[in-house]
């Protein structure tokens, strides 16, 4: 079976929201904002992109596990047409399809979570008030970019949050006597494909264990609720406080992959 490359959203779409938890950053790089810089291959039922948008070029190459096979088979295929340097996030097994062309250099596994139970949610922001003392909860925008940047900076120095994303989705703080000490945004908003992917979740570091990265993604999961029905995010698997957290505002795990950084060998003369 050939590889196809597929330029047709509506196909794209059709696909994805097979598994659209699984699928949720792929559903929104289908988006105005984000679909030029993508590259999308199809075998059969198994599709990958490769997102040209941030940097580093990405290689998004998920499925389930019952269809990780004809996955495989497909980035194997792909190996010619890959730049010689990008990231990735691979399902179990993919991997081993980029060798021996490619080194890798893992960093390594991650669970993918998806808003689940938004009964949680409420239940849980029903609830906070009282524990967050005197933070208010504030909507960030472009004029507070300064600001923002400088705390990712303080609080979270391997962060990715690049300037447009503040522009292009929700972004929310919380701020204790005018400073922020959380903040929650995310990476892929599409209200015209009903998702988002929550990132760059961030508290300072003289207001960690008390809560409020949770009050900051409770109050960015309302905020997204009222133009998506899918909300996802990625972590670390070996982040357990995190993990937390988002099991406390109803997240669950829907799939484990694995983030790596590949680099072509050098060939011999």
């Known amino acids: 079976m050939l590889v196809e490359s597929v330029h047709d959203r509506v196909e794209l779409a059709d696909l994805l929201l ?47 596990p019952d269809r990780s096979g ?9 190996r010619p ?3 010689r340097r990008f990231y990735a996030h691979l399902s179990p097994g993919v991997t081993a399809a980029l060798e021996p062309e490619f080194a890798a250099d893992s960093n390594g596994p991650h669970l993918k979570m998806a808003l689940t139970d938004p009964v949680r949610l409420d239940r849980w922001s029903a609830t906070q008030v009282a524990s967050t003392g005197s933070a208010e909860v504030v909507e960030l925008s ?13 609080a979270y120095p391997a962060h990715s949050f690049v300037p447009r994303m503040i522009e292009q989705g929700p972004y929310v703080g919380v701020r204790r006597g005018g400073e922020l000490v959380a903040v929650a ?6 209200p015209r494909y009903r998702v988002a992917a929550i990132g760059n979740v961030a508290t ?8 409020l990265a949770s009050v900051a993604v409770a109050a960015l999961c309302h905020r997204l609720l009222a133009t998506v ?13 995190a993990i937390a957290l988002y099991n406390r505002l109803g997240f669950t795990p829907v799939a484990d992959y694995t983030e ?7 060939t011999p003369n």
Do not use: C, M
């Open 18 to 64: 097979r598994t659209p938890d699984l699928r949720a950053y792929e559903l929104g790089d289908l988006d105005d904002r984000f679909w030029p810089y993508t590259t999308w291959y199809r075998r059969g039922e198994a599709l990958a992109l490769l997102f040209h948008g941030a940097g580093l070029p990405i290689l998004l190459a998920l499925d389930t």
């Open 70 to 78: 004809p996955l495989a088979e497909l980035v194997a295929d792909l």
């Open 81 to 83: 047409l890959l730049p």
């Open 142 to 154: 472009a004029a507070d970019l300064t600001e923002v940047a400088a705390f990712y900076e303080l």
């Open 185 to 190: 945004g995310v990476h892929v908003y599409s």
């Open 204 to 211: 300072h570091p003289q207001a960690r264990g008390q809560g």
């Open 229 to 241: 029905d899918r909300i996802a995010l990625n972590v670390k698997a070996d982040n357990n406080a």
């Open 260 to 266: 790596l950084t590949f680099t072509a060998r050098a």
